[in-house]
């Protein structure tokens, strides 16, 4: 078993070290190293979208992401969208169209939403499918979640203005 | 005397070809044990395999259901859902 | 509160909650419970549990679609260091065959342990032959790798019809067909033989004027959760077991882990984690028969988790099937009869969902004649497990094709031609009972006062429509309902949170108790803090569990009003109970009114702490009807279709949460279009999955679908505190022949074989 390496990386916004072997995803360090369970596998191999973080400012697959990879960078999960205990407009908007069902692909498709709305704050809902595309949701044919991040997007627009 | 109607193809095994039947009964269990004197080993039968709908209203688990002298009664195979 | 609702005259609500003004809650959208832990990634499923010197279990599977195990050699492996456990099936008791019901419906327990751990045959490629627990995930691997097992390959089958052919490989030697005449002397893949008959079906054809038949098939599919199975399992040096699993029931885990490894059941202990989807494929047990196993043998909690491909190869996608519909009809579009034949993949096991399937076929047609026969066919592909209406959306397919090309053929309206067909109340099932405060018409009617019905369409578009019915089911429930010194309630039950029920159980006891929501917090025990609970599925949590709720809420209420009498010192019949406050009901004696919150401060004065528990065994589930309607638009170079609007409607009773009722809706059009237009399994010449993962079986994302409008129809179940009825699985049945229909339209040619995937479309517009 090979030895494993020390990173430090900035993790939603705090500095943090872990040991992680080489062949290790980013997923499976947040998860089993820093407790951040928040992010889910879905399938392992960057087709689901449930495990999707923000790395340096961008969105990935964590579980494609190797955890040596983060090595003095930023990542962004689930657990900082909130801002303490101030839900952030997209996740209270979920909340409100009841955007989730059984709530595992929720974490995923926040984060892409959110991902989103930094890029594209004024997205069509052709926009919002497609970017999300990457995020599969079983439970609810997508309706609500579109609902609930055009309805996001509005009212953080109206918060910049 | 309730009617019980019993068309499935599980209780064949223990009925032939009658599907119709008239037995007494003041409770479904009642009438499955007139059924099974006529026929035994079907009481067992329709215990653990059947639904059993009175009057149109399923029931999964209805041994002590009151019958009415006219009640119809469907012997249905037990429904999973997902 | 009613506990009677009246059936409304005119029937109709359209995405509008009845009329009622005297529900408060019922009815309304407040926000999820448990929320703000789902957006928050706090929740905890099953693979975010961790606990102290758990250990890393994974399974080795047969890499062949049917071989005979000749042996397995697990000695380098257990010299491994860092590897702690080792079983196989030796280590499982070998059971006799035995029907056992803890799911929804009667399990062979024998087929169930084999199927968790093979003894002597491998019948899928995926079926579990061994497993380990290690300390690490990486030693657990090369532990796998060290585990020799020798095959003796034999030839497999996966079609359903070449599994039903004389000369096909046999799965299973002491299978011989169920429901023939004749006892056969011969063993077979035909495991059961089903038939439901009405009337004289050759006179019937006979006297048609129009016939109309048709062959249709379609692809095993899988449920699609997103989240693989997962579970942690601990079983203690006293024998007490802890199981820490997202499964659609803690009760029927820890009944079939008791089953399977001959344990007490109550020496275990089964917590429900949160569960990311199931649909039905989580009402069984796949891991934590080995977890507990492995765990036994080293003394240490084992965790398991799926990953994507073991969840597709190994766990029950529902069956691919052969469906051959014959109709005959007058001209005036009567149906006289109807000849269905269906041919239902099981899997490795006998069980496939055929049954319901027949039982479903012609549910929502009054038709005078017809047989209905059903084959449950064995075939080297992962064993069937539940998917949400099981084997209702297959059946439906077929006759919903079929009677769409009678309409065509006829020149008639798709609503008028089943209006005139359509079950009421009165009517007598397909299946046999006699319906009652159905909504059938009523959502038939929906959809033609719909705007949708009569929208324009453009070129190489088409509008496609079909119905789908359900049963709903009832069964047992236990709830707890508590009031805290503060007059605010905890409501326990044991159902599994799948699809916002949470919320609709804090409702409905809110209602009942004149609490806001935000005052009851609703909770899902283990199988050691609540009474038992029949589990999540069939439809059943918000009308079974919902009234269990609702009667535990209500005899607090009777208790309340004892209590208010005591510190009022009247007669208790002298004391009303009416939106959280006891009110004297004789002015003149002046008494004070009486907050819960006052009479929870005085509980221990007036007879001690607040609470009620009922168990029930909830009966008189209504069945649901659903009839949607589809646009597509064909692409003619590429063969891809798109869904650009869909409508559908559906008879739910009444809406506890119409948001989630919607929600459910929603999530079952989109798995149906998914069967219709993408998904199958693609299996190799050698049995193995070829699409194992979700790039390549491929399910609807977000850019695939439009909204769907999801209209609610309320005619009122009057065996429900509230006229309840389930809708979760009603959903899925009508979309696959929806899109076919519509497809139809667009194209001018039937397509019979699901999925309708680019190149079949292609092929069929390039045949001109």
Redesign the interface.
């Given at each position: 078993m090979s030895k494993r390496q020390h990173i430090s990386a900035v993790v939603n916004g705090d500095p943090v070290e872990f040991l992680s072997a080489p062949g290790t995803t980013l997923l499976d360090a947040l998860r089993d190293e820093l407790g951040l369970t928040g992010s889910k596998e879905g399938c392992g191999s960057g087709d689901c979208g449930a495990c999707s973080v923000i790395l340096d400012g961008r969105l990935v697959c964590s579980c494609l992401v190797l955890a040596v990879e983060a090595e003095g960078r930023r990542v962004e999960t689930i657990e900082g969208l909130a801002d303490g205990g101030t839900l952030h407009p997209l996740q209270q908007k979920f909340l409100e169209h009841a955007a989730l069902q059984c709530g595992f692909c929720t974490p995923g498709i926040l984060v892409a939403a959110k991902a989103l709305l930094d890029a594209n704050p004024d997205p069509t809902e052709s926009e919002a499918r497609y970017w999300l595309a990457g995020n599969l949701c079983r439970c609810t044919g997508y309706d609500k979640i579109i609902r609930a991040v055009m309805d996001a997007a509005a009212e953080l627009r109206q918060v910049r203005v | 005397m309730p009617r019980v109607v019993a068309a499935c193809s599980s209780c064949r095994a223990f009925t032939g070809d009658l599907t119709e039947f008239e037995v007494e009964g003041d409770t479904v269990r009642r009438v499955i044990a007139a059924l099974d004197r006529l026929y035994p080993g079907f009481g067992e039968h329709i215990e653990r395999r059947m639904a059993i709908a009175i009057d149109g209203e399923i029931h999964q688990d209805a041994l002590f259901e009151p019958v009415g002298s006219e009640s119809e009664i469907y012997l249905i195979p037990k429904i999973g859902g997902g | 509160m009613s506990d009677v609702l009246e059936r409304p005259e005119s029937a109709i609500r359209v995405a509008a909650p009845l009329d009622d003004g005297h529900l408060k809650v019922v009815g309304t959208?407040p926000?999820?419970p448990?929320?703000?832990e789902?957006?928050?990634?706090?929740?905890?499923?099953g693979?975010?549990l961790?606990m102290p010197g758990m250990l890393v279990g994974k399974i080795k599977r047969s890499p062949h679609a049917h071989a005979r195990i000749v042996s397995i050699d697990t000695r380098k492996a257990r010299a491994l260091a860092g590897v702690k456990a080792i079983v196989t099936a030796a280590d499982f008791p070998d059971l006799a065959s035995e029907?056992y019901?803890a799911?929804?419906?009667?399990s062979n327990l024998r087929d169930l342990s084999l199927n968790v751990m093979a003894r002597h045959k491998a019948l899928y490629d995926g079926h579990a032959v061994a497993a380990v627990a290690a300390t690490?995930s990486?030693?657990a691997d090369e532990a796998l790798a060290l585990i020799v097992v020798e095959y003796e390959a034999l030839p497999h089958v996966i079609d359903v019809e070449a599994a039903m052919a004389d000369g096909a490989p046999v799965l299973h030697a002491h299978l011989f067909t169920?429901?023939l005449a004749a006892r056969p002397d011969k063993p077979s893949n035909i495991a059961k033989?089903?038939?439901?008959?009405?009337g004289d079906l050759a006179a019937g054809f006979a006297g048609a004027e129009v016939i109309i038949e048709g062959r249709y098939t379609t692809a095993a599919v899988h449920?699609?959760?997103?989240?693989?199975h997962a579970c942690v399992a601990n079983f203690g040096a006293d024998g007490q077991c802890q199981v820490w699993s997202s499964s659609q029931g803690q009760f029927m885990i820890r009944t079939y882990c008791a089953k399977v490894l001959d344990l007490e059941a109550s020496d275990i202990r089964v917590t429900p984690a949160?569960?990311?989807?199931?649909?039905?494929?989580k009402?069984t047990v796949y891991l934590e028969p080995v977890a507990l196993a492995l765990s036994r043998q080293c003394g240490a909690p084992v965790k398991m988790?799926m990953?994507?491909d073991e969840v597709f190869r190994a766990t029950g996608p529902t069956s691919g099937a052969v469906i051959e519909v014959k109709l005959g009809a007058m001209a005036d579009g009567t149906i006289v009869a109807a000849d269905v034949v269906l041919k239902y993949q099981a899997g490795a096991f006998p069980g496939s969902?055929v049954?319901?399937g027949s039982?479903t076929a012609l549910a929502c047609y009054d038709v005078p004649n017809f047989s209905i026969v059903g084959y449950d066919v064995v075939t080297n592909t992962p064993k069937v497990?539940?998917?949400?209406?099981?084997g209702a959306p297959i059946s439906a397919f077929g006759v919903e094709s079929a009677v769409d090309d009678l309409a065509l053929k006829l020149g008639m309206d798709p609503i008028a031609l089943r209006e005139k067909n359509a079950v009421r109340d009165g009517t007598k099932a397909s299946?046999?009972?006699?319906?009652?405060n159905i909504g059938y018409v009523e959502t038939l009617q929906a959809i033609r006062e719909h705007p949708h019905y009569s929208a324009p369409l453009g070129p190489n578009q088409g509008r496609g429509l079909a119905v789908g019915f359900?049963?709903?089911?009832?069964?047992?429930s236990t709830a707890a309902v508590n009031i805290g010194e503060d007059g605010s309630a905890v409501v326990i039950s044991g159902n599994p949170d799948?699809?916002?029920s949470r919320a609709s159980m804090a409702m409905m006891a809110a209602e009942v108790l004149g609490l806001p929501v935000e005052k009851v917090r609703p909770i899902v025990a283990d199988t050691a803090s609540i009474g038992f609970s029949m589990l999540t599925?069939?439809?059943?949590t918000t009308f079974a569990t919902g009234m269990a709720v609702t009667q535990a809420a209500q005899k607090i209420v009777e208790d309340l009003k004892r209590r208010a009498a005591l510190l009022m010192d009247v007669s208790v019949d002298q004391v009303d109970y009416v939106n959280g406050v006891a009110v004297c009901l004789d002015a003149s004696k002046g008494k004070a009114d009486l907050t819960i919150a006052e009479l929870a401060a005085k509980a221990a004065q007036t007879g001690g702490p607040i609470g009620a528990q009922v168990s029930l065994?909830a009966?008189?589930?209504g069945p649901g009807f659903g009839v949607h309607l589809c646009d597509v638009e064909v692409d003619p170079e590429t063969g891809h279709v798109t869904v650009l609007r869909y409508t559908a409607a559906q008879d739910v009773g009444k809406a506890i949460?119409p948001?989630?009722v919607?929600?459910?809706i929603?999530?079952?059009?989109?798995?149906g279009v998914g069967w219709a237009l993408n998904e199958e399994y693609v299996f190799d010449r050698t049995g193995h999955m070829e699409n194992a993962?979700?790039?390549d079986y491929r399910?609807?994302?977000?850019?695939?679908?439009p909204?769907?409008d999801a209209i609610m129809v309320e005619v009122a179940n009057p065996?429900h505190p509230f006229g309840a009825k389930?809708v979760g699985?009603v959903p899925i049945v009508p979309p696959l022949a929806a899109v076919a229909n519509a497809v139809r339209g667009a194209i001018g040619k039937r397509m019979t074989d699901l999925p309708l995937s680019p190149p079949k479309i292609r092929a069929a517009v390039d045949a001109g």
């Amino acid at each position: 078993m090979s030895k494993r390496q020390h990173i430090s990386a900035v993790v939603n916004g705090d500095p943090v070290e872990f040991l992680s072997a080489p062949g290790t995803t980013l997923l499976d360090a947040l998860r089993d190293e820093l407790g951040l369970t928040g992010s889910k596998e879905g399938c392992g191999s960057g087709d689901c979208g449930a495990c999707s973080v923000i790395l340096d400012g961008r969105l990935v697959c964590s579980c494609l992401v190797l955890a040596v990879e983060a090595e003095g960078r930023r990542v962004e999960t689930i657990e900082g969208l909130a801002d303490g205990g101030t839900l952030h407009p997209l996740q209270q908007k979920f909340l409100e169209h009841a955007a989730l069902q059984c709530g595992f692909c929720t974490p995923g498709i926040l984060v892409a939403a959110k991902a989103l709305l930094d890029a594209n704050p004024d997205p069509t809902e052709s926009e919002a499918r497609y970017w999300l595309a990457g995020n599969l949701c079983r439970c609810t044919g997508y309706d609500k979640i579109i609902r609930a991040v055009m309805d996001a997007a509005a009212e953080l627009r109206q918060v910049r203005v | 005397m309730p009617r019980v109607v019993a068309a499935c193809s599980s209780c064949r095994a223990f009925t032939g070809d009658l599907t119709e039947f008239e037995v007494e009964g003041d409770t479904v269990r009642r009438v499955i044990a007139a059924l099974d004197r006529l026929y035994p080993g079907f009481g067992e039968h329709i215990e653990r395999r059947m639904a059993i709908a009175i009057d149109g209203e399923i029931h999964q688990d209805a041994l002590f259901e009151p019958v009415g002298s006219e009640s119809e009664i469907y012997l249905i195979p037990k429904i999973g859902g997902g | 509160m009613s506990d009677v609702l009246e059936r409304p005259e005119s029937a109709i609500r359209v995405a509008a909650p009845l009329d009622d003004g005297h529900l408060k809650v019922v009815g309304t959208r407040p926000i999820r419970p448990d929320g703000a832990e789902k957006v928050t990634g706090k929740a905890l499923y099953g693979a975010d549990l961790a606990m102290p010197g758990m250990l890393v279990g994974k399974i080795k599977r047969s890499p062949h679609a049917h071989a005979r195990i000749v042996s397995i050699d697990t000695r380098k492996a257990r010299a491994l260091a860092g590897v702690k456990a080792i079983v196989t099936a030796a280590d499982f008791p070998d059971l006799a065959s035995e029907e056992y019901e803890a799911g929804e419906s009667a399990s062979n327990l024998r087929d169930l342990s084999l199927n968790v751990m093979a003894r002597h045959k491998a019948l899928y490629d995926g079926h579990a032959v061994a497993a380990v627990a290690a300390t690490s995930s990486d030693i657990a691997d090369e532990a796998l790798a060290l585990i020799v097992v020798e095959y003796e390959a034999l030839p497999h089958v996966i079609d359903v019809e070449a599994a039903m052919a004389d000369g096909a490989p046999v799965l299973h030697a002491h299978l011989f067909t169920e429901g023939l005449a004749a006892r056969p002397d011969k063993p077979s893949n035909i495991a059961k033989r089903n038939e439901l008959t009405r009337g004289d079906l050759a006179a019937g054809f006979a006297g048609a004027e129009v016939i109309i038949e048709g062959r249709y098939t379609t692809a095993a599919v899988h449920q699609g959760y997103i989240e693989p199975h997962a579970c942690v399992a601990n079983f203690g040096a006293d024998g007490q077991c802890q199981v820490w699993s997202s499964s659609q029931g803690q009760f029927m885990i820890r009944t079939y882990c008791a089953k399977v490894l001959d344990l007490e059941a109550s020496d275990i202990r089964v917590t429900p984690a949160e569960i990311g989807g199931g649909f039905g494929g989580k009402t069984t047990v796949y891991l934590e028969p080995v977890a507990l196993a492995l765990s036994r043998q080293c003394g240490a909690p084992v965790k398991m988790v799926m990953t994507r491909d073991e969840v597709f190869r190994a766990t029950g996608p529902t069956s691919g099937a052969v469906i051959e519909v014959k109709l005959g009809a007058m001209a005036d579009g009567t149906i006289v009869a109807a000849d269905v034949v269906l041919k239902y993949q099981a899997g490795a096991f006998p069980g496939s969902p055929v049954g319901a399937g027949s039982m479903t076929a012609l549910a929502c047609y009054d038709v005078p004649n017809f047989s209905i026969v059903g084959y449950d066919v064995v075939t080297n592909t992962p064993k069937v497990a539940a998917y949400r209406a099981p084997g209702a959306p297959i059946s439906a397919f077929g006759v919903e094709s079929a009677v769409d090309d009678l309409a065509l053929k006829l020149g008639m309206d798709p609503i008028a031609l089943r209006e005139k067909n359509a079950v009421r109340d009165g009517t007598k099932a397909s299946y046999g009972p006699t319906f009652r405060n159905i909504g059938y018409v009523e959502t038939l009617q929906a959809i033609r006062e719909h705007p949708h019905y009569s929208a324009p369409l453009g070129p190489n578009q088409g509008r496609g429509l079909a119905v789908g019915f359900w049963f709903n089911v009832g069964g047992e429930s236990t709830a707890a309902v508590n009031i805290g010194e503060d007059g605010s309630a905890v409501v326990i039950s044991g159902n599994p949170d799948i699809g916002g029920s949470r919320a609709s159980m804090a409702m409905m006891a809110a209602e009942v108790l004149g609490l806001p929501v935000e005052k009851v917090r609703p909770i899902v025990a283990d199988t050691a803090s609540i009474g038992f609970s029949m589990l999540t599925g069939g439809s059943r949590t918000t009308f079974a569990t919902g009234m269990a709720v609702t009667q535990a809420a209500q005899k607090i209420v009777e208790d309340l009003k004892r209590r208010a009498a005591l510190l009022m010192d009247v007669s208790v019949d002298q004391v009303d109970y009416v939106n959280g406050v006891a009110v004297c009901l004789d002015a003149s004696k002046g008494k004070a009114d009486l907050t819960i919150a006052e009479l929870a401060a005085k509980a221990a004065q007036t007879g001690g702490p607040i609470g009620a528990q009922v168990s029930l065994n909830a009966q008189g589930a209504g069945p649901g009807f659903g009839v949607h309607l589809c646009d597509v638009e064909v692409d003619p170079e590429t063969g891809h279709v798109t869904v650009l609007r869909y409508t559908a409607a559906q008879d739910v009773g009444k809406a506890i949460h119409p948001a989630y009722v919607e929600g459910q809706i929603q999530g079952g059009v989109a798995q149906g279009v998914g069967w219709a237009l993408n998904e199958e399994y693609v299996f190799d010449r050698t049995g193995h999955m070829e699409n194992a993962g979700f790039l390549d079986y491929r399910v609807p994302v977000a850019s695939d679908l439009p909204m769907i409008d999801a209209i609610m129809v309320e005619v009122a179940n009057p065996r429900h505190p509230f006229g309840a009825k389930g809708v979760g699985e009603v959903p899925i049945v009508p979309p696959l022949a929806a899109v076919a229909n519509a497809v139809r339209g667009a194209i001018g040619k039937r397509m019979t074989d699901l999925p309708l995937s680019p190149p079949k479309i292609r092929a069929a517009v390039d045949a001109g």
